[in-house]
């Protein structure tokens, strides 16, 4: 079972930058892809940026030039640097990783909140 823990969460001004970070139980080079999600109240949870083997990344259009996804095969660890945030990146934020068995694992979440 992959155990993964996110931390970097909290309150920022808007303009404000945050950098979240998963920590993964193993080696994350067992994972074909990790993902970030994050999940506003009331909404859906919905794909932030996604990193792949060989470091291929993608975003979503609403944090693409802010947003960078990237991960550290050493400290098993991936990470989202967020900059230019604004009330809408308020949610709470999920790690997610796809193990090259097709296997998924979610973290429990971290809270982001952008205050005016």
């Known amino acids: 079972q992959v155990q993964l823990v996110e931390s970097g969460g909290g309150l920022v001004q808007i303009g404000g930058s945050l950098r979240l970070s998963c920590a993964a139980s193993e080696s994350i080079l067992r994972f074909a892809m990790m993902s970030w999600y994050r999940q506003a109240p009331g909404k859906q949870r919905d794909l932030v940026a996604v990193?792949?083997?060989?470091?291929?990344?993608s975003y979503a259009d609403s944090v693409k030039g802010r947003f960078t996804i990237s991960r550290d095969n050493v400290k098993n660890t991936m990470y989202l640097q967020m900059n230019s945030l604004n009330p809408e990146d308020t949610a709470v934020y999920y790690c997610?990783?796809?193990?090259?068995?097709?296997?998924?694992?979610w973290g429990q979440g971290t809270q982001v909140t952008v205050s005016s």
């Open positions: 997610n990783v796809l193990s090259v068995f097709n296997k998924e694992y």
């Open positions: 990193i792949y083997k060989g470091d291929i990344t």
